[in-house]
Every structure is written in structure tokens, then in C-alpha cells.
């Protein structure tokens, strides 16, 4: 079946520090790749995206690029704020078992500390 | 505009009631779900709607009942309530079933069975 793996939390930066938050699937088929944020007492919001191997998401800084080979999709950031502290989630849909709602990792909190 | 929006925000019930949750979209979008967010944060798909249809039932139990009477509306309501429902349930959206298609989330029901 489809799975999202990604490390698990809480991460703790300060302000400024580079950030990678580690993501890995499963999929039958042929999977869209997408990266969720969940800001505190929010839901959830489409950070960014990739949709075919090699794409790159990027938004608000953050990037993160469809690597079908390692079947991953790490999220970066160069610089993080203190604004930046959330929830992020990992997640993938599959167009070829038809099983098009999200299934998305267990989640990783970040705190970014001024 | 809130794209997708869910009443009530908060819900404190005793167990036994019977409670529901709404959810309404105004994105012209064909497909809705709800998706389940325990203690730990982790989200999982509970039921998916193509056009008024049930598409995706994951193995919830029949105390959940969805009801969606129209494109834009997607209920869920619950009976017998459990300590074991509390959790926070999102509703979201999405155009089309389409595995490159982003789902928009509503602002999620913190329901609290005491």
C-alpha cells in the first residue's frame, strides 16, 4: 500500500539555521508529492508540490524536490524564522490505484527560537 | 471568503450523545472528505465524496454516518459518542479526483467527549 515515512520531531532551530525535514514513500503507482503545514490552532495549508520525477516545489522559501530514485522528498529551507514554527506534514496521492486522497507522514513540529 | 469552513470549531459532549459537524465548500470542487487528526497529530482519511457519492469509507465505524446533500455540503454526524472520538476532524476539498490535485482543508472540529 501507499505510505509517507518522515522524521520524527520535535525539531528545534534558531532563527536563521537551515532546515531539512526528511520525507520518504511508498506508492503503487505513479504519485503526486506534496508537503502540508499546519500552523498552531490552523489547518492544514498546501505549502508546495511536485507532481513527476525530478520536479521541484518550492514556496515561501522552502523547497523540495521529487527524487524517484531515493523515493523522497525532503523539505528545505535556508533560513528560518521564528513565524516558520508549525507542523509540517508529508504526503502523496496515486493516481494509478485510484486512491486520490491524501495519505500523508505522522507529522514533524518545528520551533524556531529568536 | 473561507474557502471550506466547518461548525462548530469547538464541541464538548458527554459520551452517548449523538453530535454532528458541518462542513460547507465554495470552490465549485467535486470531491470532499474528512479526515481524522488524533492526540499525536497523526491524519487519516475517513470518507471521501465524488459528487455526492461515497467513494472511500475506511474502515470507520458505523457510528460515523456522512451525509452530503449537495456538491458543496459534507456532514458528518456521529452517534454514540465515544471517549475514544476525541480527536479533531478536517474536513477538505478538492477539484476533480485527480492525484496532481491539491485538497483544501477547513479550519477543523476539535470534538471533546468527556
Known amino acids: 500500500g501507499n505510505s509517507v515515512t518522515q522524521m520524527e520531531g520535535p525539531v528545534t532551530l534558531s532563527e536563521e539555521a537551515f532546515l531539512t525535514i526528511n520525507c520518504t514513500y511508498t506508492?503503487?503507482?505513479?504519485?503526486?508529492l506534496f508537503w502540508y503545514v499546519q500552523y498552531p490552532g490552523e489547518g492544514l495549508q498546501l505549502l508546495l508540490k511536485?507532481?513527476?520525477?525530478?520536479d521541484k516545489g518550492s514556496n515561501k522559501g522552502f523547497e523540495a524536490t521529487y527524487r524517484k530514485e531515493t523515493t523522497s522528498f525532503h523539505l528545505e529551507k535556508g533560513s528560518v524564522q521564528v513565524s516558520d514554527s508549525a507542523v509540517y506534514f508529508c504526503?502523496?496521492?496515486?493516481?494509478?490505484?485510484?486512491?486520490?486522497?491524501?495519505?500523508f507522514g505522522k507529522g514533524t513540529r518545528l520551533s524556531v527560537i529568536a | 471568503d473561507t474557502a471550506v469552513s466547518q461548525t462548530p470549531k469547538y464541541l464538548v459532549t458527554q459520551m452517548g450523545n449523538d453530535k454532528s459537524i458541518k462542513c460547507e465548500q465554495n470552490l465549485g470542487h467535486d470531491t470532499m472528505y474528512w479526515y481524522k487528526q488524533d492526540s499525536k497529530k497523526f491524519l487519516k482519511i475517513m470518507f471521501s465524496?465524488?459528487?455526492?457519492?461515497?467513494?472511500i469509507n475506511e474502515t470507520v465505524p458505523n457510528r460515523f454516518s456522512p451525509k452530503s446533500p449537495d456538491k458543496a455540503h459534507l456532514n458528518l454526524h456521529i452517534n454514540s459518542l465515544e471517549l475514544g472520538d476525541s480527536a479533531v476532524y478536517f474536513c477538505?476539498?478538492?477539484?476533480?479526483?485527480?492525484?496532481?490535485?491539491?485538497?483544501?482543508f477547513g479550519q477543523g472540529t476539535r470534538l471533546t467527549v468527556v
Open positions: 504526503a502523496l496521492t496515486d493516481s494509478v490505484s485510484g486512491n486520490t486522497p491524501l495519505v
Open positions: 465524496y465524488n459528487n455526492k457519492e461515497l467513494i
Open positions: 506508492a503503487t503507482g505513479y504519485p503526486s
Open positions: 511536485a507532481t513527476k520525477a525530478d
Open positions: 477538505a476539498s478538492s477539484k476533480g479526483g485527480g492525484s496532481s490535485t491539491e485538497a483544501f
